[in-house]
Structure formats: C-alpha cells, structure tokens
C-alpha cells in the first residue's frame, strides 16, 4: 500500500509489477501480463505449455499500454446518477466534431461540412449497418471483397443471410463470368488488412465501403499526400482502437456523404442497440480531446514503434534468412517501399502497417502438416512448430502458402516473435526447409481465392 501511494505515474504502476504487469489500485493486486505470474508477476511462465508458442493471431493494440501508462493526465471518473438516460446525443455531438477535426489535422479524410459522421460501437457494428444500409430488399445483394480479405466481412455476409444477401465472392473473375448484372457491395479495406495493399474498387457499379482503419501516418502514408475523397455513395470506416489503442472502449464511426444511406445506418444502429453507452462516448471524447491538445504526439510516438518493428522485421527476413540453411524460404510481405514525405509527421517515412502477411516460398511449406495440430497446415503450420501462433492464409481467401503475424503487440511479445523468428530462420527452430534452397528462389503463384459461401469462423482483427 505504501509503495502504491508512493506511485505518481502510470509507469510506476507497472513497476509496481515487476515490468511483467499493471497495478490495478481498485483492487489492489497486479494485472500480470501474459506468460507471467506470481503476486508482483516476477515468475517468468515461458516454459510454461501454454506460454510455448508466441501467440501473435490477434489484432490487440497493446502496444499503446506504454505511451497511456506515460501519459495519465485524461482521467474520467464516472459518478453513478451521471447521465441515466438512453441518449447521450449531446456528448456525441461533440465527439463528432472533435472527429472532424481529427481528419483535418492528420490529412487523411477529406470530411467536408454536410457529410455525415455515423457513431458505432467499433467498427464492426458499422461493417453489418453498411452491409444492410448499402443493400436493397428489391433484389438479393451479392457481397464482394477481393482476397485477400479481412474476414469479417464474410462473416458479416453470411451471418446475415437471408432475401437480401445470396453469396459471398472474392475473385473479381468469378463475379464478372457467373453474376454480372447483380447488385454488389464491395468492401475494400485500404491499406488491406492482411497484406498492407493500397486498393480500390474491383466491382464497377459497386455499392463501396472503404475501411480505412489503418490509414493513419503511423501505419501509410500517401505517396500524393492528399487527403481522401471518396465517391458520393461511399461509406468510409474508421476505428479508435488503431489510432489511439482504445479497443476495449468499442468506438468506430463511418464518414458517409450520401443523406439516405447515413439515416440507414442509424437505423441499423437503433434496432441493434438503441443507443451508445454514455461510457463509450465519454471515454472517447476525453482521450480524443488529451490527444488533439497534444499536437497527437501519440501517433508520432506510435510511427517510431512500428518502425522500429517493421526495421527488425526486414532484418530477421532479411540478412538474418540469408545467413541461414535456406535464404529466401520466407517473404515478409508487404515489400518495402520508397520514403515519401508525410505531412503530418513532417518528414520523410515508409509505409509500416500493421502486419506481416507471410509468403512461404517452399511448396514443401505450403503443403506442410503440422507434428504438433494435424489440423495446422502450409505456412501456419511451419510457424506454429517453430512456436509462432499467427492466422491461416485461407481465414483471408489466400492459399496454404501464406499466413498473417501481428505487429501491434506489447514489447515483451514482439521481443518472443523475433526470438523465434530469428530461430527458425537460422534453422534452430521449427521443421528445416529440405533441401535448401538457394537465395530468392522462385516464388509460388498469387493467393488462391475462395468462391461462394465460406464457413470462416468469426475472430477479432
């Protein structure tokens, strides 16, 4: 207790934990943080079964426990007989401006007066409300997104299936031969989710729906350095989790210009869950209002994280693969690209996205059968056995020769991912490419797309 009163900042609360944990003052004991335990989370748990593999699949922002834990002047306290009601319209009113002047800052939107800002809880409530709003009850709506995808969508399509949804497609090929002239929504995650792709529409006609989760300077920037602009009939994602770290707090918002399709996501909105918890709302503003008094130094603190990651990465598959037994087995994907200047940053940056979508360049790898899961196979299953738990290629509509790893991670993790990595690249972990191969070998064709309805399971990004 006296140790805790003695804490002044959010970084002696983790101290307080032995570095392993946060203090968590409401009830007084550590929140000791994964493959670590023990009163103050000093007992290192990595031989530990379940701590063997480095679990790298999700899409967590944990990285941004650090800059919060630094910066712990946005504190919201909640009195219980605050703001009972079910609206909270005032509040959003403002976060919505304060939105609005985000995008202006960043340069990333171009969100003009008379567009419409669509509040939701994260942007995964907001892909079911474009889904519906963008659809029509005259006839069904086929739902596209070019492979590879971020599954959610399919998920979204499926889930949701009835009179107004019929398929879900993923090859622009398959869709131009076997359902031209049906109604399409398209939705086009750029940078894409897993692979860092920029992308546009593929469908022409399309009824689109840009994520841009990931379009913020600490992720992409834009060679032309222009602000977006989508078509009237757009709608453009976007969620706080990957700007400022708030994924627990489930706030996502839609910039959408078109009057009739913004109203159709309300509605959606309504019927799903009335209104936004007052939590949400208040919780957002506080932390969106801290970080545009700051000049948003958190997304200048959080580019020199991901380049720091990105630099390792390109080293591990890089000079440290080509020293081993079988240089050139893997692709760290995107490649890199050339310095472009960033606005916002005020300087000269490279793209450094989110994840790491993996190539296996083997076909002995992609059609690899993992010793430890049957079930594991290609590229996931060579990285699960060298203790490297990321997605399967086919989750996205790839083939078995690709998986995706995270980047967004605490520093402990991502310190075990390039231990491993490393490992295995050096041929001390995981199975051993047969027979070695020579620097950049040739590469495997493209990802191989899945075609109509897909069972893919529902996960978080």
């Given at each position: 207790?006296?140790?805790?009163?003695?804490?002044?900042?959010?970084?002696?609360?983790?101290?307080?934990?032995?570095?392993?944990?946060?203090?968590?003052?409401?009830?007084?004991?550590?929140?000791?943080?994964?493959?670590?335990?023990?009163?103050?989370?000093?007992?290192?748990?990595?031989?530990?079964?379940?701590?063997?593999?480095?679990?790298?699949?999700?899409?967590?922002?944990?990285?941004?426990?650090?800059?919060?834990?630094s910066n712990t002047d946005p504190m919201l306290t909640l009195h219980s007989a605050w703001r009972l009601s079910y609206s909270a319209a005032d509040l959003e009113a403002e976060l919505k401006s304060k939105i609005r002047e985000l995008h202006a800052?960043?340069?990333?939107?171009?969100?003009?007066?008379?567009?419409?800002?669509?509040?939701?809880?994260?942007?995964?409530?907001?892909?079911?409300?474009?889904?519906?709003?963008?659809?029509?009850?005259?006839?069904?709506?086929?739902?596209?997104?070019?492979?590879?995808?971020?599954?959610?969508?399919?998920?979204?399509?499926?889930?949701?299936?009835?009179?107004?949804?019929?398929?879900?497609?993923?090859?622009?090929?398959?869709?131009?031969?076997?359902?031209?002239?049906?109604?399409?929504?398209?939705?086009?995650?750029?940078?894409?989710?897993?692979?860092?792709?920029?992308?546009?529409?593929?469908?022409?006609?399309?009824?689109?729906?840009?994520?841009?989760?990931?379009?913020?300077?600490?992720?992409?920037?834009?060679?032309?350095?222009?602000?977006?602009?989508?078509?009237?009939?757009?709608?453009?994602?976007?969620?706080?989790?990957?700007?400022?770290?708030?994924?627990?707090?489930?706030?996502?918002?839609?910039?959408?210009?078109?009057?009739?399709?913004?109203?159709?996501?309300?509605?959606?909105?309504?019927?799903?869950?009335?209104?936004?918890?007052?939590?949400?709302?208040?919780?957002?503003?506080?932390?969106?209002?801290?970080?545009?008094?700051?000049?948003?130094?958190?997304?200048?603190?959080?580019?020199?994280?991901?380049?720091?990651?990105?630099?390792?990465?390109?080293?591990?598959?890089?000079?440290?693969?080509?020293?081993?037994?079988?240089?050139?087995?893997?692709?760290?994907?995107?490649?890199?690209?050339?310095?472009?200047?960033?606005?916002?940053?005020?300087?000269?940056?490279?793209?450094?996205?989110?994840?790491?979508?993996?190539?296996?360049?083997?076909?002995?790898?992609?059609?690899?059968?993992?010793?430890?899961?049957?079930?594991?196979?290609?590229?996931?299953?060579?990285?699960?056995?060298?203790?490297?738990?990321?997605?399967?290629?086919?989750?996205?509509?790839?083939?078995?020769?690709?998986?995706?790893?995270?980047?967004?991670?605490?520093?402990?993790?991502?310190?075990?991912?390039?231990?491993?990595?490393?490992?295995?690249?050096?041929?001390?972990?995981?199975?051993?490419?047969?027979?070695?191969?020579?620097?950049?070998?040739?590469?495997?064709?493209?990802?191989?797309?899945?075609?109509?309805?897909?069972?893919?399971?529902?996960?978080?990004?």
């Open positions: 207790a006296a140790a805790e009163e003695a804490c002044v900042s959010g970084a002696c609360l983790k101290e307080l934990c032995s570095g392993n944990g946060v203090w968590l003052t409401e009830l007084g004991e550590c929140d000791c943080f994964e493959c670590y335990g023990g009163t103050n989370c000093a007992v290192d748990l990595e031989a530990h079964t379940s701590c063997a593999t480095v679990d790298v699949s999700g899409g967590d922002p944990l990285m941004f426990e650090d800059y919060w834990l800052r960043t340069g990333n939107m171009d969100v003009r007066e008379g567009d419409h800002i669509v509040l939701g809880i994260g942007s995964t409530q907001l892909i079911s409300a474009a889904l519906f709003a963008q659809s029509t009850a005259a006839r069904p709506s086929v739902v596209f997104a070019a492979a590879p995808f971020y599954q959610a969508y399919s998920t979204a399509a499926l889930y949701y299936e009835s009179n107004r949804f019929d398929a879900f497609e993923s090859s622009p090929e398959a869709y131009n031969a076997s359902l031209a002239g049906e109604h399409v929504v398209e939705y086009i995650t750029s940078p894409n989710n897993p692979d860092g792709t920029i992308r546009d529409g593929a469908i022409a006609g399309s009824a689109r729906v840009y994520d841009h989760a990931y379009l913020w300077s600490h992720f992409y920037t834009d060679p032309a350095g222009e602000a977006l602009r989508h078509d009237v009939d757009d709608v453009s994602l976007f969620t706080s989790s990957k700007i400022l770290g708030l994924a627990g707090t489930r706030l996502g918002w839609a910039v959408v210009q078109n009057g009739t399709i913004a109203q159709r996501m309300e509605e959606y909105k309504g019927v799903a869950v009335i209104s936004l918890p007052h939590e949400i709302v208040a919780r957002e503003l506080k932390l969106l209002n801290y970080a545009l008094d700051t000049s948003l130094d958190v997304l200048v603190w959080a580019k020199g994280v991901m380049e720091a990651r990105w630099a390792a990465i390109r080293r591990v598959f890089g000079e440290v693969q080509d020293s081993g037994p079988s240089p050139g087995r893997f692709t760290a994907l995107p490649e890199e690209e050339e310095e472009r200047y960033d606005a916002f940053l005020g300087r000269d940056v490279r793209p450094t996205v989110a994840y790491v979508w993996v190539r296996c360049e083997l076909e002995a790898d992609a059609a690899y059968v993992s010793t430890t899961d049957p079930t594991a196979t290609g590229c996931y299953g060579v990285m699960l056995d060298a203790g490297v738990l990321g997605r399967p290629g086919p989750l996205y509509g790839g083939s078995d020769a690709f998986m995706r790893l995270e980047l967004l991670m605490r520093d402990r993790t991502f310190d075990l991912l390039e231990e491993r990595l490393r490992l295995l690249m050096l041929g001390g972990g995981g199975p051993l490419a047969a027979p070695a191969m020579t620097p950049r070998a040739p590469r495997l064709p493209a990802a191989t797309p899945l075609h109509g309805p897909q069972p893919f399971p529902r996960v978080p990004p």
